[in-house]
């Protein structure tokens, strides 16, 4: 069966429940395309017998071609995207579909769909583009429960006219939600912002697939060194790992410039892992500082960035802005590795503060040279931070997801 047509032979925990006497809740999910941190998320919701979940997608992508502008390549995750739950492809007649701008996504034959389909209830992913909001007023006006989850936060200065137009644009389509669905507390704060009451707010964690981390954590532990051997990496060298996109947003030239000021020692190497326009300046400055061990791995797929994670003895995540979770330091809790993140990124509140790691503030290139040392130099504090990884995210997963989408939809209290 195609993949642009409802699919696709799975389980039917629905079928389940109808026999059982149950009358499943009928969900539409609209997102844009499938992105591989949701994939799991969607077939949580096939495998739930009270939910009967059908995700409706604005396009097959990315882009036709599967080209990531922000890396600069064709980008393979390494999952596959469409087994495990219904969906359907509507056709984008949007003439900016390369871009990235409100126009991006115009789905006529979706926003039908969600109007006059047999519904009980729509959630959103998302509110930047058309289709989002038309989708959201069509809901409302078949008479459906509407869920909206956007992932914003308020972290970074905004001026005064945009903050001034965000609330004359956004504050309507919140207000007309039934439920808000919020991943941690600076995304609660967002939506505080807007004036919406916390009734309408319910918490649903950010996560990814914790079963598929936490079994690649246990397959290669005592695999170390050659995990290690296979990055060209002595057996003994205690690693920094970046994984994240070369852009300006992500700082990989602070983190380049910070460990080589650090100074750790020749048993410490900063392994650079991803591609996109700043990865030659990074390897450019890297160059300038032959002391300072430092290796550039490229782009990994989910199949191989679990080795960079069984490695690390910390992540850095130094981002300046537009930050707005951080779900690399969830895939990397699940190996119990200790993390330094900037203020501006968002889970630090959540999941890092006072459990796993550290936090300086993200123009303070100072501070991570210190936060550096600091850990580096501290195996009691590296040996603590990872117990404490492990034991904060094994509350934050999936079924926790779940569970906040069963409160939204009334399924459970």
Not at 29 to 36: E, I, K, T
Not at 47 to 53: F, G, K, L
Not at 225 to 248: H, N, R, T
Request: charged share 20%; hydrophobic share 45%; net charge neutral.
């Amino acid at each position: 069966m195609s993949a642009d047509s409802v699919s696709d032979t799975v389980a039917d925990p629905v079928a389940d429940a109808a026999a059982a006497g149950r009358t499943p809740l009928r969900l539409a999910v609209v997102a844009q395309f499938p992105v591989h941190y949701h994939l799991p998320l969607y077939r949580a919701m096939a495998a739930d017998p009270d939910i009967d979940v059908n995700v409706l997608f604005m396009q097959r992508g990315w882009s036709a071609s599967g080209f990531d502008p922000e890396v600069g390549t064709v980008v393979e995750w390494g999952v596959e995207k469409f087994t495990g739950y219904p969906h359907r492809i509507f056709p984008n007649i949007s003439p900016t579909r390369s871009g990235s701008g409100f126009w991006k996504f115009i789905n006529p034959g979706l926003i039908w769909h969600v109007l006059t389909g047999p519904h009980d209830a729509v959630y959103i992913h998302g509110h930047n583009h058309f289709s989002h909001v038309a989708c959201a007023i069509a809901a409302k006006l078949g008479g459906k429960r509407l869920i909206i989850r956007t992932i914003s936060n308020n972290l970074g200065a905004r001026p005064r006219w945009v903050r001034a137009l965000r609330q004359m644009l956004y504050r309507p389509l919140y207000m007309l939600a039934n439920v808000l669905l919020y991943i941690g507390q600076d995304n609660r704060d967002y939506f505080r912002n807007f004036g919406v009451p916390d009734r309408k707010l319910v918490h649903a964690p950010h996560v990814v697939d914790d079963a598929f981390f936490a079994a690649e954590a246990a397959r290669m532990a005592g695999r170390e060194a050659e995990l290690k051997a296979a990055f060209g990496i002595a057996g003994d060298q205690k690693i920094v790992l970046y994984s994240a996109k070369f852009m300006p947003k992500k700082q990989p030239l602070m983190l380049v410039a910070a460990f080589a000021e650090a100074g750790l020692g020749d048993d410490w190497t900063l392994l650079m892992v991803g591609e996109g326009e700043q990865r030659a300046a990074a390897e450019v400055l890297a160059g300038r500082h032959p002391d300072a061990q430092i290796i550039f791995a490229g782009w990994l797929d989910q199949s191989r960035i679990a080795e960079g994670y069984a490695i690390a003895d910390m992540l850095v995540l130094p981002s300046a802005y537009q930050e707005t979770w951080g779900l690399i330091i969830n895939e990397a809790m699940n190996f119990g590795c200790p993390v330094i993140v900037s203020d501006r990124v968002s889970c630090g509140c959540d999941l890092v503060a006072d459990t796993c790691g550290l936090i300086f503030p993200y123009d303070d290139r100072p501070a991570l040279v210190a936060a550096l040392r600091k850990l580096a130099g501290d195996d009691a504090m590296r040996a603590g931070f990872r117990a404490g990884a492990k034991a904060r995210i094994a509350g934050w997963n999936v079924s926790g997801y779940i569970a906040g989408l069963r409160r939204a939809l009334r399924l459970s209290d």
